[in-house]
């Protein structure tokens, strides 16, 4: 059974550059996207980007400035750096694998988030 | 990007009941829009993909509807586990997005 283990400090100070990583377990790195997405407190759900085994990515303009995704294929991994971060970054991250089924469904092919990491904490405080 | 607009933010039912939440995307998404449940301190769990199909493992009272910018989730006879809050999401294009959430209660 293929599952998501992410890690990465959990308290960080304003103006730092906020690091986690996700492994993968159990499954396969490839034919997938791989996101991160975070939740404030109390709050909904963000996309903040997506990467491949290959490499390319894809992220929200909202973050784009200050976001870095990158990927270890060797190592079935990828991680998300988040600089220059404030008490707006608080928030839940989680990693999570987008996919899309092998049979597509009349026709079509539908992407969707199937499988989620358990989530960090990240909290930014002075 | 595509807004993503749920309702209601929350509502209370009694088990049994036939629950619908709504989501209503700010363009035409044609059937690419999913559903997610999340219990509190947990991650979110799909329910729904391409507008109307259950993922597997999903009890059978989920159930979706909808197509270009009008979709809705319906929960046949809510079950006490059900209390949890539900988000759509759309995959037509990037950046992903999701609705505010609609938080289910249990009377």
């Known amino acids: 059974q293929v599952q998501l283990q992410q890690w990465g400090a959990g308290l960080l100070r304003p103006s730092e550059t906020l690091s986690l990583t996700c492994g993968v377990y159990?499954?396969?790195?490839?034919?997938?996207?791989w996101s991160w997405i975070r939740q404030p407190p109390g709050k909904g759900l963000e996309w903040i980007g997506e990467i491949n085994q290959s490499g390319a990515t894809n992220s929200s303009p909202a973050l784009k400035s200050r976001v870095s995704i990158s990927v270890d294929s060797s190592r079935n991994q990828f991680s998300l750096r988040l600089s220059s971060v404030t008490a707006a970054d608080t928030a839940v991250y989680y990693c999570?694998?987008?996919?899309?089924?092998?049979?597509?469904?009349?026709?079509?092919?539908?992407?969707?988030?199937?499988?989620w990491g358990r989530g960090t904490l990240v909290t930014v405080s002075s | 990007d595509i807004q993503m607009t749920q309702s209601p933010s929350s509502l209370s039912a009694s088990v049994g009941d036939r629950v619908t939440i709504t989501c209503r995307a700010s363009?035409?998404?044609?059937?690419?829009l999913n559903w997610y449940q999340q219990k509190p301190g947990k991650a979110p769990k799909l329910l729904i993909y391409?507008?109307?199909s259950l993922q597997s493992g999903v009890p059978s009272r989920f159930s979706g509807s909808g197509y270009g910018t009008d979709f809705i989730l319906t929960i046949s006879s809510l079950q006490p586990e059900d209390s949890a809050n539900y988000y759509c999401?759309?995959?037509?294009?990037?950046?992903?997005?999701f609705g505010q959430g609609t938080k289910v209660e249990i009377k």
């Open positions: 999401q759309q995959s037509y294009g990037s950046p992903r997005t």
């Open positions: 391409g507008a109307s």
């Open positions: 159990g499954g396969s790195f490839s034919g997938y996207y």
């Open positions: 999570a694998r987008y996919m899309k089924p092998t049979t597509p469904t009349t026709g079509i092919y539908y992407w969707f988030f199937d499988l």
């Open positions: 363009q035409n998404i044609n059937s690419y």
